[in-house]
């Protein structure tokens, strides 16, 4: 795995959330993307080499609208970049760790996901993330 790529965070509010840190991070937020495939509503921003992906829900039930029923808004998830994520599932599949998805999902930001389940990962939810115009032509 490379870096941490991003650090999630559910928020209930991106009208509020987003104009919030702004201003904490000094920064305006680079871009907003509805992601169908998980019903959330993405906000993302820079500082330096780090990103955070703020996200909301766009339904009643959905993942993130339910996480911030049991527990309130809060950091999410964390997410790694990878270079093959197709080997890196592979990888931690045979390590043991359950994969939230078989195969990688598109995700925000032109990315492929893959996500770990929090109850082998110490409670922390995992996602690998690949950029897609780093996917190999083997891959497809
Ligand atoms: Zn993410």
Redesign the pocket.
């Known amino acids: 795995m490379n870096k941490i790529e ?1 650090i ?1 965070i559910a928020v209930k509010d991106l009208s509020a959330s987003i104009p919030l840190f702004e201003k904490l991070l000094n920064t305006s937020c680079y871009k907003t993307e509805l992601v169908n495939s998980e019903n959330v509503k993405t906000a993302f921003f820079k500082t330096g080499e780090n990103k955070i ?1 703020l996200l909301e829900s766009t339904v009643t039930d959905g993942v993130i609208a339910k996480y911030i029923d049991k527990k309130g808004e809060g950091i999410h ?1 964390i ?1 790694f970049d990878v270079n093959d994520i197709y080997a890196e599932m592979e990888r931690l599949k045979k390590e043991g760790f359950t994969l939230l998805n078989e195969t990688p999902k598109n ?2 930001d032109n990315k492929l996901v893959c996500f770990l389940h929090p109850k082998g990962t110490n409670g922390v939810l995992i ?1 690998l993330c690949q950029e897609k115009n780093k996917i190999t032509d083997l891959q497809i």
């Open positions: 991003h999630g992906e998830h997410a995700g925000a996602e």
